[in-house]
């Protein structure tokens, strides 16, 4: 005999065992109670919350024959024991995934007006509604507003947002949630008993398996039961390090460890990290999860809201320490939504990844980096489109600055475009007035220009040719020495070599900045200097629109201040003179 699952063994037959919905049972049973109840109900909430349980008690419930109202259901009398049984031919049940038609609701339409065969009311619960075709729904209508008296529906979905308005309009709406870890490992201990009385023999779950199976039931009732019912199906004793193996998760301290390689700044033990736990069997979208899910435990402790983590006291004090080393203020809160930004993207990303670990080392990588500090933005009056472009285009034709003695002709460049600002009544550009505070700078102007770039004596022996010739051998050896900086030498879109300058494209302002940095322009200036034997300056652009290309593009974005390629970023996109 094929042995029955548990959570259908064990589904609730009363009212008082209805875990975590208590705001929906007691409205149910007063309901029953004063002989008010409805003859349309929408059930909606996330899967194995129980929206079909309470459906089906409330179908025993309204034919029960219990005198007392109070009481039903009873599970005592003939109907209460039918519909326990599945044989009661007053409670229909339907799936809308596999009747979607109009015909299957007309069809419905047509055998409704027949009277009760057994009980008081015919009870018709439609599971999945939101799966029903429009035709169908819009024949469900009137059906729906205008029942015969005997007839109850009670629709359940766990996608409410797909059901038309005429629909829930013409329904009672209840919202089921989900269900706390607590509540799941308090009923999960009483069906351990439950089933240890029937099997008369020990069926042992450690404490913690429990919690991790309450966890990674994420709020599902039956989830959490059947994940239950899949560990103990061996008759051994289940312990957390056996549920681990079994639902391909990671140890506790292995996020920990990774947490802290995140804080010390340490790619390497970052990456062993989650190659070790991925090497161990857990599954990458599961190691994402706990790593957000214990940061979110750092940023609950960060905010003052330490009691609302469902931890041991020894994890709460490890979560303590984690939230102070991420910094005071504003900016260690911003790095720490930032890195639970990062590793939620990887857990949503996983499931489509060709490579199981490509999101997670993505992520790490992003959270090792320094957060770029954040500017404030001062709205401005929107000014002519004509005088904007004139401005935009003297300044993108005056030259780059050049090195002379010390001393660049940028600060003449800026005085032109001052001046020419000034006859057209334009704020100033790349720089602050008396009447705007530093650190602020105009919407839709560029924040920061290119840092001047030394050209050595040397520079002129410099040539595309001979850089692409020992990229490849660059490449490897930059990784080798800084993993990052290899990493986003792969990225680049653009490469070419403008008065004595290497200049690298990236397609994100992200990337260039990462690239930037002190750290990953020491590596790759000391690589090419040891294989061309010169010293090559390095300067980074942000690259143009996908499918552009050619060298006047690329002019573009490694002159000026950075303008075309901030207008880019924002969506605009470079017309060139020719093509008008």
Request: net charge neutral; charged share 20%; with cysteine.
């Amino acid at each position: 005999m094929m042995a029955q699952a548990f959570y259908r063994k064990w589904r609730p037959q009363a009212w008082d065992e209805v875990v975590g919905q208590d705001h929906i049972v007691q409205t149910l049973r007063n309901a029953v109670c004063s002989g008010r109840v409805g003859h349309a109900y929408l059930f909606a909430g996330p899967r194995g919350t129980g929206k079909t349980t309470t459906a089906r008690l409330l179908a025993k419930a309204v034919n029960c024959l219990e005198s007392e109202p109070a009481n039903r259901p009873c599970n005592q009398c003939e109907h209460c024991k039918a519909v326990n049984n599945g044989h009661f031919m007053d409670l229909v049940e339907i799936d809308a995934a596999s009747n979607t038609s109009v015909d299957d609701v007309r069809d419905l339409r047509d055998k409704i007006n027949f009277a009760p065969s057994q009980g008081t009311y015919r009870v018709y619960i439609i599971d999945e509604v939101h799966m029903l075709s429009t035709a169908a729904f819009n024949a469900l209508l009137k059906t729906l507003e205008e029942p015969p008296p005997h007839a109850i529906f009670i629709l359940a979905t766990t996608e409410v947002h797909k059901i038309p308005a005429t629909v829930l309009s013409r329904c009672q709406r209840h919202e089921f949630r989900r269900i706390p870890v607590s509540e799941i490992v308090s009923l999960l201990r009483k069906q351990l008993q439950l089933e240890r009385q029937e099997r008369q023999a020990p069926l042992e779950v450690d404490d913690d398996a429990l919690l991790l199976i309450a966890r990674q039931a994420t709020g599902s009732m039956r989830d959490g039961i059947s994940l239950l019912d899949q560990l103990t199906s061996t008759g051994e004793r289940v312990t957390l390090a056996i549920a681990q193996q079994v639902l391909g998760t990671a140890t506790n301290q292995t996020v920990v460890e990774l947490v802290e390689a995140v804080l010390a700044g340490d790619s390497r033990r970052g990456m062993q990290c989650v190659h070790q736990a991925l090497d161990a069997g857990t599954d990458p979208r599961q190691f994402a999860l706990q790593v957000v899910e214990y940061l979110r435990g750092v940023l609950l402790v960060k905010m003052q809201s330490g009691e609302q983590v469902d931890a041991t006291a020894e994890m709460r004090a490890q979560m303590t320490a984690h939230a102070r080393a991420f910094g005071a203020g504003a900016a260690g809160t911003a790095r720490l939504v930032e890195t639970i930004r990062l590793f939620n993207n990887a857990a949503a990303d996983a499931r489509g990844s060709w490579l199981p670990s490509l999101q997670l080392e993505m992520a790490l990588t992003s959270a090792l980096q320094p957060s770029t500090p954040v500017q404030s933005v001062v709205m401005q009056p929107p000014q002519p489109v004509s005088s904007t472009l004139r401005v935009a285009q003297a300044a993108h034709q005056s030259p780059p600055p050049v090195i002379q003695g010390g001393k660049t002709d940028e600060g003449d460049r800026q005085d032109r475009t001052l001046s020419l600002a000034a006859e057209m009544n334009l704020p100033p550009q790349g720089v602050h007035s008396s009447s705007q505070p530093a650190g602020q700078a105009v919407l839709g102007q560029s924040t920061a220009a290119f840092p001047p770039v030394e050209i050595p004596a040397s520079a002129g022996k410099i040539s595309l040719e001979l850089i692409q010739q020992n990229w490849a051998k660059a490449r490897k050896m930059v990784g080798e020495k800084n993993h990052v900086a290899g990493a986003l030498l792969n990225s680049i879109k653009s490469m070419t070599v403008k008065e004595g300058v290497l200049v690298l494209g990236f397609a994100s302002r992200v990337l260039k900045e990462k690239m930037e940095s002190e750290e990953s322009q020491k590596v790759l200036r000391a690589t090419l200097k040891r294989l061309l034997g010169m010293e090559v300056p390095v300067r980074c652009v942000v690259s143009g629109a996908p499918g552009s290309s050619g060298s006047s593009q690329q002019e573009i974005e490694a002159d000026g201040d950075g303008m075309a390629s901030e207008a880019q970023e924002l969506g605009g996109k470079i017309i060139y003179k020719d093509s008008l």
